[in-house]
């Protein structure tokens, strides 16, 4: 005999709870994980092409355990409009440990070698700073008056943030300002190129990371530091 209440049996199940929201501000997220490997777990899911592969391997000083070695390496993304940062507030975070120290070369961005194709690059520079560059409105020029101060020592990890909030850029290392820049263009063109990491030019290999090691990349439309702070010790989720 059937003891249960007709309702009871012809009653739906309760509905599935609904997605977490969507970040709107989060457009890049990657971990260089082990589950992660080289792709982008942001919502917009992007898988990376590999031009040349660096090695996801187990790394102590990570927050999860693993990082990227480039050695020599590039991936990219074809160009998309979520990555242009024209005119937006933003902030490009990441780890960084250098192996091999070699000026001039190329971490990630949007460039080539066609100015009016280009966008924005972060590279280390001259004394082995770190320096973002971006191309301005008219695609005729390439600022890149934005160089840090702080030389980089080889083996060690670095946290480097490079914040856009209106009209001032600044860049922090390990949480400490570095240098402080004003914008001379309202908006950064926004080439065609793809976007890349572990090269100077994004769309093949060029003076990129001879040795070196990246994880917890993310980039956000929002100035997320405004002043000094202390980096993240917890995988970037969001």
Do not use: C
């Amino acid at each position: 005999v059937n003891m249960f209440p007709l309702a009871l049996l012809n009653a739906s199940s309760p509905p599935s709870p609904p997605p977490p929201p969507v970040d709107p501000n989060l457009v890049l997220l990657m971990p260089f994980s082990n589950t992660s490997g080289l792709n982008d777990i942001s919502q917009y899911a992007r898988t990376f092409n590999v031009v040349s592969a660096p090695v996801i391997e187990t790394d102590v000083l990570s927050n999860h355990g693993f990082s990227a070695r480039f050695t020599n390496d590039l991936i990219n993304v074809p160009h998309e409009t979520p990555l242009e940062l024209g005119n937006t507030d933003f902030t490009i975070e990441f780890f960084l440990r250098q192996t091999s120290l070699i000026e001039n070369r190329g971490i990630l961005g949007i460039r080539n070698a066609t100015t009016n194709q280009s966008s924005f690059t972060v590279r280390t520079y001259t004394g082995n700073t770190i320096a973002f560059e971006y191309v301005n409105q008219a695609g005729t020029a390439i600022i890149s008056s934005a160089v840090g101060t702080t030389p980089l020592l080889a083996g060690n990890r670095y946290h480097i943030a490079i914040v856009r909030q209106g009209t001032s850029l600044k860049t922090y290392i390990n949480g400490i300002l570095d240098i402080s820049h004003t914008i001379a263009t309202p908006t950064f063109f926004n080439g065609s190129t793809a976007f890349g990491v572990g090269s100077f030019y994004s769309n093949s290999y060029t003076s990129g990371l001879p040795d070196a090691n990246i994880d917890n990349l993310r980039i956000r439309t929002e100035a997320v530091y405004t002043g000094n702070f202390t980096p993240p010790t917890a995988p970037f989720t969001t």
